[in-house]
């Protein structure tokens, strides 16, 4: 997985999630999308909002024309009142063009609320994206994605109206030596994915395994010569919170011990008061809470506009926090 800030840290928040080798991508939040091309934006299979602000969703109707035509489904995940919002979006459009012979393109809109997913609803090209409430996946507490490779985790927090953060979590990480395929003779592609995942599964060593122009190789084979495996990878999102204990508990628990954490830095510190109106988090506070929390790497973005002539005060004050300034934690 290679996750990555969509903007520039005083543009619209959002952070997008390429899996090299499985031919799909994930989406943290809707804002301006505009820096992805319509190539990356074909590849996403979720798109995870945080909540309804503007800044936050303005980038759907974007997303959606350029998936509009394609047969896989498109899966939303948001806080309670998420589908009537979508709807709304959708019926703000006429679809008189689209019918049965249309590509059989669905939107899935599930709602995480008191700690699961609540509500559900299917949006249907063919049907010009009549609603159907469908049930939920039951999927456990706190989860509201759930594949072999990965689960994703979500955490509702207070920023005056619900706003969800997540982490993706994967089970097992299974990288390439360097090198190694070219050793083999191997070429990277989809093939690649597959074989990943006969290893996650810890399927037998003499199971074959495709690589490509008819070519077959054993598993255990392949994993000796071409895999490392290793404890998987975890990012976490989180943005738009209030400084508040809850709040706070729920980031620690959520983020803990995250390879990379992207957390808001909407204010410095000597605008507490104005951070405290607005329901963010300041720089200090978000690298205080990303230290405690045990991450590898903290991204801070999300700041305000009004640092835009300062904005290494913003990263120096989050440093600060981050690495070794203690007295925020309180």
Partial sequence: MQPRLINDPFSDPGVFVDFRFGRRALLFDLGEVAALSARELMRVSDALVSHAHMDHLAGFDRLLRVCLHRPQPLRLVGPDGFIARIAHRLHGY????????SPDFRLC???FADGRLRAAAEFRA?????????????????????????RIEAAVLDHGIPSLAFA?????????????????????GPWLAEAKRAVRRSLPSD???PVGEGRTLPLGELAAQAFRVGPGQKVAYVTDAADTIDNAARILTLAGKADTLFIEAVFLEADRAVAERTRHLTAARGGALARQAGVRQAVPFHHSARYADCQDALIDEFCAAFTHNKSIDA
């Fill in 168 to 188: 993706l979590v994967e089970p097992a990480r299974v990288n390439v030596w360097q090198g190694a395929l070219e050793r083999l003779g191997l070429v990277p």
């Fill in 94 to 101: 006429s679809w008189n063009l689209l019918g049965a012979h």
């Fill in 207 to 209: 199971t074959p395994v």
């Fill in 126 to 150: 063919q049907e010009q994206f009549r609603e159907q409430r469908i049930e939920p996946p039951d999927l456990g507490p706190g989860i509201v994605l759930a594949e072999e490779e990965f």
């Fill in 109 to 111: 809109v599930v709602e």
